[in-house]
Each structure stands twice: as structure tokens, then as C-alpha cells.
Nanobody, 121 residues
């Protein structure tokens, strides 16, 4: 069974940096796109960044220029490097992956457990 395991977030001060990781465990699958979402209290979940299997990336306007998404295919892991963090970045961050199990023709969505990132002075 495939699952996505996220690293722990944490409490950081404005202007500091933090890196999140999300690793897909298991075997016998191939990963297409990997993404990061976040959800702040009282707000809807939003797409933060996405990266394709060919390393094409896209970012929400609110994080563009500050966040970088990357992936290590050998480790089945996606990263989110967050620089110049702001209080409005405070949210629960979720990783997401679209993958296909060998022997099937279907791609399925998987979600990480979510990790809290708090930016406060």
C-alpha cells in the first residue's frame, strides 16, 4: 500500500526558511505530478506549488519567488523550500501525488497527513 509521509513543520519567525519533504513509501508504482497544498484556519485549501514528472513547476502568486518545489525521483520524494516566510504562510501543509500502480491503467490521488507550519514573531 502506498502512503505519503510528510516531515514535521514547525514554528519559525518571519523571514526565516523551512524545508518540507514528502516521501512516497511502498513499491511497484510510478509517480506523475506531485504537489503541495495548504489550508489556513478559516480558509479553503489552496494549491501552493506543483511539479510534473518532467520538472515543470507552477506556483501560487502568493508564494512565487519565495517557495521552490523540487523532487528526487530516486527517493520518490517531493520537497518544498520555503524562504522569506510570512505570517500569512501559517497553515497546515499537505503533499499530494498522482501515481499509477504497475499492472493497472488508473492514476490515483494520494495525500500526506498534513503538517503544521506556523510563522510568528
Amino acid at each position: 500500500q502506498v502512503q505519503l509521509v510528510e516531515s514535521e513543520g514547525g514554528l519559525v519567525q518571519p523571514g526565516e526558511s523551512l524545508r518540507l519533504s514528502c516521501a512516497a513509501s511502498g513499491s511497484g508504482f510510478s509517480i506523475n505530478a506531485m504537489d503541495w497544498y495548504r489550508q489556513a484556519p478559516g480558509k479553503q485549501r489552496e494549491l501552493v506549488a506543483t511539479i510534473s514528472s518532467g520538472n515543470m513547476t507552477n506556483y501560487a502568486d502568493s508564494v512565487k519567488g519565495r517557495f521552490t518545489i523540487s523532487r528526487d525521483n530516486a527517493k520518490n520524494t517531493v520537497y518544498l523550500q520555503m524562504n522569506s516566510l510570512k505570517p500569512e504562510d501559517t497553515a497546515v501543509y499537505y503533499c499530494h501525488a498522482v501515481l499509477k500502480t504497475y499492472g493497472t491503467i488508473w492514476y490515483k490521488n494520494y495525500w500526506g497527513q498534513g503538517t503544521q507550519v506556523t510563522v510568528s514573531s
